[in-house]
């Protein structure tokens, strides 16, 4: 009974705590031949750069950091440390290498004897320490890395933890801090539920980016991801009861059998004909044709799931995952912009919660919007014609405010002057005649 109960325990214990760590160092002091946590030194992290590759089992990190004494006296023998192991000493750290001025440091475990009363909490049992020397207003530049377990939650997921509270132990405010989590080729909707603070950038595949500015990180950040097709099978044999019928279905997937399982899953669903577990093994069936390169296959079968309500608390994610595969379908298939952009347009309505998939959806949209429409041309309106008759007239006006007359330009003033004197003249001569015709007729 008292084994049981341990386990049980044990369970419990691994189910609540982080699971996969992130080991920050820390600067520590000499206690004999222990340390404890140094919170009073003069040493200012300048760049703190870490990249952490996740893979399947383990996340392999390499870290670089920059230190400067920022006091006025030389540090002899400064000691420096990595947590041994961390989340309550259950996930131990491996595989560790430490490199300063080009050489690999010798590393001794020293147990830890920080006052309970410290504003620390996960404070490891042991450190892996090293010392330097430090001369004021010196840099040192520190490289290392090492490895750690990805072990499973007890909800069939992981998540990564890294926990950055040993960066008030250091001297001032930190100039820079960046971090990367890398998993690799992996697809935006392993993210779910959100990380505890979404990443400042990210690749629209596996590569998340923290990165502060003379500022601090958050005490920590968890990032949670799923395997999909680990948690449907487990999924399935959990709600079916260890049904033999369908234990058969995910080892075959699991063993990559994909015929085996899509004849599988025919059989169960012409015999179960009211299965409630239909639309989880229809996805089953459709990631199978989709591993046999059989895509449009699946796309019919994806067409079938739109809005279904499946693997309960995880149906979120397997709906983005759904959408995810049509659209890299249509891309594939040479699908228009404007296709895909009104595709992904009224998915993106359906997202609830999910940072990173709505992070990587407003990146593609931005990638295909279809250019804006050209703007019709106006109809000439009636101001523009009445302004087109005033021009005309202007033009008219100007052809006769002139004459040109033997190559001489002759005002029409002048021309019209010239005309009425010449009138008046004839007009003269006129009555000049008039009047001698008249003379004549009187002597007669």
Known sequence: MLKKFC?????????????????MPAPLTRVNSNVKIFEDSNIQIVSYEAYHKVESNLTKTNVTLVLKNTGEDALSRFTIGIPAHFSEDLVPVNEIQVYMDGVQQKLTSRRDITEEDSSFTDIPRNWLTWRFNLEPEEHKVIEFSYETENLLRDDSSYEVYLSFEFLKAWSNT?????????????????FNPNPSFLPHEYDGRGRLTWQYKNNYPPVSIQVPYQSLDHLASEYLNTQANNDPLIRNITESISKKSYDDAIKLID??????????????????????????????????????????????????????????????????NQASNADMYA?????????????????????????????PSPKPTPAPSETASHENDDSTKDKENELITSVN????????????????????VLVLILRRKKRRRNRGYLFK
């Open 343 to 371: 595709y992904m347009n009224s998915a993106k309505n359906n997202i609830m919660d999910n940072g990173v998939f709505l992070m990587w959806m407003e990146d593609e949209l931005k990638s295909i919007e279809p250019p």
């Open 267 to 332: 059989e169960y669903l012409n015999t179960v004909t009211e299965s409630s577990l239909k639309y989880e093994l229809l996805f089953l069936k459709a990631i199978s044709h989709q591993s046999l390169q059989q895509h449009r296959e699946a796309i019919v079968l994806f067409d079938q799931l739109d809005n279904q309500s499946m693997f309960g608390q995880w149906g979120e994610s397997f709906r983005n995952r759904i959408i995810f595969d049509k659209y890299k379908y249509m891309k594939s």
């Open 174 to 190: 930190p100039l820079n801090i960046q971090f990367t989590l890398d998993f690799g080729d992996a697809a935006p909707y392993i």
């Open 7 to 23: 386990l049980l325990l044990l369970s419990l214990i691994i189910l609540i705590i982080p699971l996969s760590a992130h080991a």
């Open 405 to 424: 007359i033997g190559g001489y330009e002759i005002a029409v003033e002048i021309i019209f002057i010239g005309i009425l004197i010449l009138i008046f």
